[in-house]
Structure formats: structure tokens, C-alpha cells
Nanobody, 122 residues
Framework: QVQLVESGGGLVQAGGSLRLSCAASGRTFSSNAMAWFRQAPGKEREFVAALSWSGKSTYYAESVKGRFTISRDNTKNTVYLQMSSLKPEDTAVYYC???????????????WGKGTLVTVSS
């Protein structure tokens, strides 16, 4: 059974940092693009960041560019999201997703985790 399990969420003050992890099991995703999305209360899910299978290509939403960094360790089948300079508007449930493609093209996310809650207090 394929699973993506997010961890690392929690409560942090504005300006602080968190690192989210997404551990995959059931199959390897070393040949697949991976991404992070988030959904704030009362809002639709939105794209946050993605990277290609090798990690050489990365993509960010404008709202997080310069503050968040996505990375991966294919030996551990794990993807990370380092979040810095957090703002209250970053409060959301963060989801990890795996693509059927080797690069992120905005669609084709076939596998999803259940999410981890990040709360940023002002």
C-alpha cells in the first residue's frame, strides 16, 4: 500500500521556522516529481512548492518564494519543506503529493498524504 506521511507541523510564532517531512512507503518515488500543497481554513487547496525527480528543478508559489525551500532525499524516499520567516497567513494544513511525471507540470498528482497542520501565531 502506497503511503505518503507528513510530519513536522505544529504551532510557531510569526517569524519562526519549521521543517516539514514527507516519508513515502509502499514504493519508491525517486523517479517522480513531488510537491507540497496547503489548504487554509475556508479556502481552496493551493500549490506551495514542487521539485523534479532529481531535485534540480524547483518551483514555488509567489507567496512563499524566498522563504520556503523544497528538497528531497531519494535514498530515504523523503521530501522536505523548510519554512522560514513564517507569517500568520501561512497557517494551513500542508499536504505532500507525488506526481506520475518526473517533473512538475501542474497536474498529475496521483498520490496524496493526509496532511500536517501548521499554525503561525501573530
Amino acid at each position: 500500500q502506497v503511503q505518503l506521511v507528513e510530519s513536522g507541523g505544529g504551532l510557531v510564532q510569526a517569524g519562526g521556522s519549521l521543517r516539514l517531512s514527507c516519508a513515502a512507503s509502499g514504493r519508491t518515488f525517486s523517479s517522480n516529481a513531488m510537491a507540497w500543497f496547503r489548504q487554509a481554513p475556508g479556502k481552496e487547496r493551493e500549490f506551495v512548492a514542487a521539485l523534479s525527480w532529481s531535485g534540480k528543478s524547483t518551483y514555488y508559489a509567489e507567496s512563499v518564494k524566498g522563504r520556503f525551500t523544497i528538497s528531497r532525499d531519494n535514498t530515504k524516499n523523503t521530501v522536505y519543506l523548510q519554512m522560514s520567516s513564517l507569517k500568520p497567513e501561512d497557517t494551513a494544513v500542508y499536504y505532500c503529493a507525488a506526481s506520475r511525471y518526473n517533473d512538475y507540470i501542474g497536474r498529475g498528482m496521483d498520490y496524496w498524504g493526509k496532511g500536517t497542520l501548521v499554525t503561525v501565531s501573530s
